[in-house]
């Protein structure tokens, strides 16, 4: 049984176990990161949507990447609510996505959020939500407890003035010493010459455990953590500008770099089991979807979008089913669908955003059935309805 020795800056040494972290975290708790169940996408029909409802006129979506709203379905009521950032005041809203009331609002923040995160703790029942604004400041917020905020994180800045992109991914039961521990795990795109690498802390203090080796220089714009079954070890996937690296979360080395050419940015990805393999899938501003094999290390196909262009920003990549992905194609507003088993686009639609759109998220609708909320930098979030038998055009 392997361990290494982590040292919070208070100097106090915490020995975090390797072998297995967490029993309970299955690969559906927040290690794979587009959160459905295989159930649940081997019942979804084919996509293609439509246009349904303006649900929000006033959602600060321009800071933010993949996480800079989120929606959520509650244990405790059961009903599904919206988790925003209103832009004229900076306030955190619930709001119900049907009666479309604010069932909370966060007040006092100070500036813009780059991420608005909901994590569910099922096996203890318990709901989050985890808020990053531009100063550099990740809160964990208790939903269960009446939105009480369990712990303040103030990540390193060495230029005060200037700001810096977080995200951030949890782990539950994560195995500390003889104690299981609940963990934030917190990455950057540095600006400028700032180097800081990926952070470790406790999720319900606040206090930090460890720095993540060989991330320093990384621009990170997403975080997948991966929990590798074939050494039982956890792994933190960094899609960054010019670089994809797997680093082993708990010792001091790479497991793979897979990809690192100049100018290529990877920005939203998951990680999808397929007949016992892991599989990664991740979106580039190349007008491309990537698969890799995270066992053998391997680039298994690249699918491009376009026949045309050849800079499309993806953003939002989320598997919809076993044949079909979803992304956000930023560069025209317009959301895509592609074939997994044609390795081709077949679908997309657009024209309802007026500015960028960089996030989506799926819902099951209790009236449409399966559908889509998009956030873009004209402050909308818009449903989109999914049409099985419809066939849309492609936009090229």
Sequence with gaps: MSSISITDENKNTINLNNNSIAEENSLKNNINSNNIDDSRLKASPPPNFIFQEEIVSYCD?????????????????????????????????????YTKKISKSIEGNSTKFI???????????KEYLISIDLKSVIKIISITDNYNILSKIEFPREFRN????????????????????????????????EEQ???IYNLHSGQFLKDVSNTKKNKVRFIIPWFNGADEQYYLIQLCEDLLVVVSLLQNEIYA???????????????HKEDEIDYLYTSTNWSEICIWNLISKEL??????????????????????ENHLVSIDDT?????????????????????HKESVRCVKRLKHKIYGECLLTGGDDYTIKLWKNIPDLILPIFQ
């Design 257 to 271: 770099k897979l990809s690192e050419e100049r100018f290529k940015s990877y920005s939203s990805g998951f990680v």
């Design 300 to 321: 298994v196909k690249t699918i491009k979008v376009s026949v045309k262009y050849d800079n499309i920003r993806l953003y939002g990549l989320l598997l919809w089913n």
């Design 197 to 199: 690498g990926t952070k």
């Design 61 to 97: 979506c321009i800071c933010g990447l993949n996480e800079s709203f989120d929606v959520f379905n509650s244990i405790e009521d059961k009903n599904d609510y919206l988790i925003i950032s209103n832009k004229d005041n900076h306030n955190i809203e619930i709001i119900n996505l």
């Design 162 to 193: 200037n700001w810096k992109i977080l995200n951030c991914a949890v782990l539950f039961y994560a195995q500390i010493g003889s104690q299981k521990m609940d963990i934030i795990i917190v990455s950057n795109r540095q600006r400028y010459m």
């Design 332 to 352: 025209h507003n317009a959301i895509i669908i592609i074939d997994l088993k044609q390795d081709k686009v077949i679908s997309s639609t657009n024209y309802k």
């Design 115 to 125: 991420l608005l995160k909901y994590y569910l703790d099922l096996g203890k029942r």
